[in-house]
């Protein structure tokens, strides 16, 4: 009985600490979990105007849950809290009717994903800290994502076994839509509480660490080879395209996407194993490789652009920009910290959206003369 008491103490302190961190972010978990629970539990019952207001609810405490940490990283400070009030009540305000149409839907998981890289250089806004620390530092973060996750669908299907079991022995039917709710609040209430909960206080607390086995094993011989090999598969086909001359016709913008993609990422999970020379040319391989690729897009784009405008070829361009500056900034500054890099996306996701926004916001000014 002590021992059962005093799990539920230890427990509960834990709780009330994640709560004295995070409250805005654990009620806004809550609150969004309870809503779309409702709305399964009720469904098509709802009336018109109590489902958009549940929608638009849903969709502002949904950005919550990412906006209030966010800010709690960047500034313990109650005028930041109290902005992000302020940010979500005007997210409100601005929401259109059809709330879930699918370019307003499209900007609310961008907006999602430009916070989701804001805790990764939130932290380090004011103060110098080595990229080993920061790329420790991100390394927890996806580490600790991806285990809430894990534990979440592995109590769900723990949940799945044990009602099919009684269903099967004793009869004991339970409808669909319960697996569902149980589902919600795994992912919404569960699993957020424990991410929350494992974010550093500290981030000294985040030691430098050397990779063990598995992790030399995976930079070198998987990650770097693959690396590689994307390399040469992409300038052969860049290649290719000058001697047919094909730009207008073909173009490789997804190709460069996904290179860009390995190519950071290569480079951030050879943090601790370089040393100082073999960083030197590393650097120069990967972002000047980069740095080209970004020429090589210029020039694609513009040929493409010949026959229509560059308004069409607006998003290609805004990261081509984007990725000629981080290049530059990783050649020519020695001590250039990956804070950056995170910095720099979600900057690029918001702009990415910038004539959608003012596309919103012209048709709500419309309606309201």
Partial sequence: MNFFLETIDRWSYK??????????????????????????????RIQASHLLLLNKLAMVFSLGIFLFPALHLLSKKIWFKMAGIGLLLLYFYYLPENVLSSNVVVLHFLFIFALSFMFLWAPFMDIKISNQNIWEWTQTILENLLVS????????VIFFVTLYALKTLFLVDVHERHYLQFLLFLVGVFSVTYFLAKIPKFIMLVQKNKYNGMGVVFT????TPSFLIYFLI???YIVKLSLQHSWGMKNIDLLALGYVFVAIGT??????????????????FIWGSMFLLSLVLIYSIYLRAIGSSFESYYLMLLFTVWLALVSLYFLLVKEASYKWIFFSISLLIVFSQSEQLLTVSLDLYEKAR
């Fill in 15 to 44: 709780i009330l600490e994640i709560f004295k961190r995070f409250p805005l972010a654990l009620f806004s978990s809550f609150v969004v979990t309870l809503l779309l629970i409702v709305f399964v539990e009720v469904g098509s």
């Fill in 149 to 156: 996750l894990i534990l979440a669908l592995a109590v769900f």
């Fill in 220 to 223: 070198k011989y998987i990650l």
């Fill in 234 to 236: 992409l300038s052969l």
């Fill in 267 to 284: 480079y951030m999970h050879w943090t601790p194993l370089w040393e100082k020379e073999v960083n030197k040319k590393f650097r120069v």
